[in-house]
């Protein structure tokens, strides 16, 4: 089972051991994967698969078994991966026809109430009556399917469109005919998984596209689940599960294994799922921030986009931090996590009797009505991290019959409870640190428990360090909704501004994300940990894994209303009507939940999605492979670089043209400026200007526009400021100046928002201002983008990305 950090999405260097060297070989080897120039193919040969098999027989170290080959890629790259030492991956990449030899990044993983707070319940306005709806397949690659869920009823729906090509693969534990008209693909990929980390135990996983984890259950439920009455985790969110895109149709791909989920496998996945007839696929993994040549799921979609798939990626749980970010392409959606209105409040009372609020998904027998005793775990230790609850570390003589608080941190939460228990104590107060700030995840504990934020753990703390004899009671309160304010940005949501490249605004969205419930494995209990032996046919659990599959359902949904629209187009519609401020609240912003304060387009992108309102933006800001092309030209990308990311050398760059990174037509603005030395100064006026074209997709009308920031001394220009479309598809352009007056010291930042208003339709765009130290437009060549055109020898290890799931995980 996939074991993840509760709030953090880290990147960790991890050595990717080969199994035992074959005798002759000197290094061991790892997997890489090979872009090749297909038409570079030499006449000799009668097909690329035979090329691929010379070209690593050619490069085999002397006296040993030929590289062995694990995927050819003929979809979303054309290459292959394959297990070659440092110095075959470098002879290799030396070879006509190569085109990059990049070494293999291993990933990990990064409802109820949904459908009423996003305003779909009863609004039939997004599901086409045409039928399409389902024409249109969500894949989803994670952890497999659990098949026997109801999520995966295909009651209503007709029969599979013609056109897939997928398939339902069997395996251990999971047979061809799992598959139906809801469920229509299944495969799975583990050749890299195994060659990298050696013979999978199948006593632990299975062999097939069978999930034994219980994430990718959650995700592919979530994007386009069947409705499912009476659904619930122990009677906490009881109501229809249904996923966004009830009629859409739902295929997975199992790439993530209880290793993580490596890059060759996966992109096998996205190769199989393109070719498959997806139109939309959900990747809740990240592997941190790299540069897209190099990044694998980067490299996947941008193949994918071309061939009008849209791709929607998590955002990563690396918050609240600055530019932790994963999956920041601007061919890729994006998505960040925000709260709902709904929560599973328990309270603390203490003997003083003061009250304090915090939450809970116990159901197990009703914690005691009386106040009981209450320690401090850090006062019932020998062990400098006894306040953490770490096995072992508790005095039984001194828990016994208590509650007991412990500090979040280091282990599994729910771990601590069970820690708790095992000494005899009575309950358990989980009391959050600075690092976790008031952010609150519910588990389902095994003991009468609440999470609490870290003020009201000090204030608790501060009563057992006072009192003579301390005591507590834990009054669990079941579920509440119509919670005010919602959403808040979740404060494990990785957030911006984009490192690899500034001038693109990124998350590009937030999607709900905390506390959803959706379909459940039956490999596996509520939360993840081996001692658990429950079994649930739902689960709760937070992250930007759930906010992901939540806008992937979305799109299908909006692919289906407007089979035309390409990928770009989609995104836009869902950025550009995403609201981010709060209804009912005089337009006060969308907070924070980390800090309380009022969040920032680095935390949310252009908002909170609203899908009521994405079904009929009025226009789009709609893109192309070659006005990405074009935008990887501003990167200084080598001809062989874009080759490996197009899969063509047809594209490139011209000698007589100016590429700039802000005429990308995104539906974001984000303003990087140099300051000299990373001190303010008066160097005199910065302007730096933006193009756009937006494309009409509503009724005629004229549009006006309104744009402004809040930082003093910047100003913005719009020209034109208004205009006219007369049909649908029509397209007009406007340039966006954005002037300061004299540099800031470096890290300063500003936003402001820029609307085309028109009849019924609102167009808003979020603008972020930066200043950085160096002058990332005037940077070119090496500094820009990567210093050669291919990775060989560049890493020895493989990049570790979690998966955005938290169900009582470590943190």
Known sequence: MLMRRLLLLVVVALAVAAAAPAEGVTEQRATYIVHMAKSAMPAEYADHGEWYGASLRSVSAGGAPAAKMLYAYDTVLHGFSARLTEQEASDMAGMEGVLAVNPETRYELHTTRTPEFLGLA????????????????????????????????????????????????????????????????????????????????????????????????????????????????????????????????????????LGGCFSSDILAGMDAAVADGCGVLSLSLGGGSADYARDSVAIGAFAAMEQNVLVSCSAGNAGPGSSTLSNVAPWITTVGAGTLDRDFPAYVLLGNGKNYTGVSLYAGKAPPTTPTPLIYAGNASNSTSGNLCMPGTLSPEKVQGKIVVCDRGISARVQKGFVVRDAGGAGMVLANTAANGQELVADAHLLPAAGVGEKEGSAIKSYIASAAKPTATIVIAGTQVNVRPSPLVAAFSSRGPNMITPEILKPDIIGPGVNILAAWTGKAGPTGLAADTRRVSFNIISGTSMSCPHVSGLAALLRSAHPEWSPAAVRSALMTTAYSTYTGGAGSPILDAATGAAATPFDYGAGHVDPTRAVEPGLVYDLGTGDYVDFLCALKYTPNMIAALARSKAYGCAANKTYSVSNLNYPSFSVAYSTANGEAGDSGATTVTHTRTLT????????????????????????????????????????????????????????????????????????????????????????????????????????????????????
């Open 122 to 257: 009863g609004n039939e306005g997004l599901f086409p009556q045409s039928g399409t709806a389902g024409d249109v397949v969500v894949g989803v690659l994670d952890t497999g399917v659990w098949p026997e869920s109801k999520s995966y009823d295909d009651a209503g729906l007709g029969e599979v469109p013609s056109s897939w090509k997928g398939t339902c693969m069997a395996g251990a534990d999971f047979n061809s005919s799992a598959c139906n008209r809801k469920l229509i693909g299944a495969r799975f990929f583990n050749r890299g998984y195994e060659a990298a980390m050696g013979p999978m135990d199948t006593s632990r996983e299975s062999r097939s596209p069978r999930d034994d984890d219980g994430h990718g259950t959650h995700t592919s439920s979530t994007a386009a689940g069947a409705a499912v009455a009476d659904a619930d985790l122990f009677g906490f969110a009881s109501g229809t599960a249904r996923g966004m895109a009830p009629k859409a149709r739902v295929a997975v791909y199992k790439v993530c294994w």
């Open 696 to 811: 009409n997709v509503g009724a005629a009308g004229t549009y006006k526009v309104d744009a402004s920031v809040s930082m003093s001394g910047v100003t913005v220009d719009v020209k034109p400021t208004e205009l006219e479309f007369t049909a649908i598809g029509e397209k007009k352009s406007y340039t966006v100046s954005f002037t300061a007056a004299k540099s800031q010291p470096s890290g300063t930042a500003g936003f402001g928002r820029l609307v085309w208003s028109g009849g019924k339709h609102t167009v808003a765009s979020p603008i972020a201002l930066t200043w950085t130290w160096f002058d990332r437009r005037a940077q070119n060549g090496p500094s820009r983008a990567p210093t050669a055109d291919t990775a060989a020898g560049a890493a020895k290890g493989v990049q570790c990305v979690k998966l955005g799931g938290f169900r009582g995980g470590k943190g």
